[in-house]
């Protein structure tokens, strides 16, 4: 059976939990759609953050990060819910996740969010 986008993210404990180290995943896939037009916008989201308890299960975010598909967000607000979700599940010591989106109107942009907030 196919799987289905959702919202939930799965965790796993921390191998290493008395060790800060990184890990850094790219996720060149994402889409979401424009609020003002409808048409896709298309983005690449670069995560990198230090667990302390948990790490985040990768299929499962793939499938969160794909359930944003039909969901129309500006830039801003999605890469920064998406921060406060991974945030909420993991509880991670440091996280930072870049947002590059494609040109849309001529326009670049990329949204820079961290926790915590510096």
């Known amino acids: 059976m196919p799987s289905e986008p959702k919202r939930e993210l799965e965790t796993f404990p921390n191998p290493q939990p008395g060790r800060d180290y990184t890990i850094q995943m790219e ?19 670069r995560v990198e953050y230090v667990p302390d308890r948990l790490c985040v299960e990768l299929k499962s975010l793939k499938l969160y990060l794909w359930s944003y598909r039909n ?9 920064n819910r998406i921060l406060d979700d991974l945030v ?7 996280m930072k996740i870049e947002a590059d989106f494609n040109v849309r109107g ?13």
Do not use: K, N, W, Y
């Open 27 to 45: 996720c060149p896939e994402f889409t979401c759609l424009c609020p003002m037009t409808g048409q896709p916008d298309f983005a690449t989201f």
């Open 71 to 79: 969901d129309g967000a500006f830039h801003e607000a999605v890469t």
């Open 88 to 94: 909420a599940a993991i509880r991670p010591r440091r």
């Open 106 to 118: 001529g326009i670049h942009t990329v949204v820079t969010v961290t926790h915590p907030s510096p």
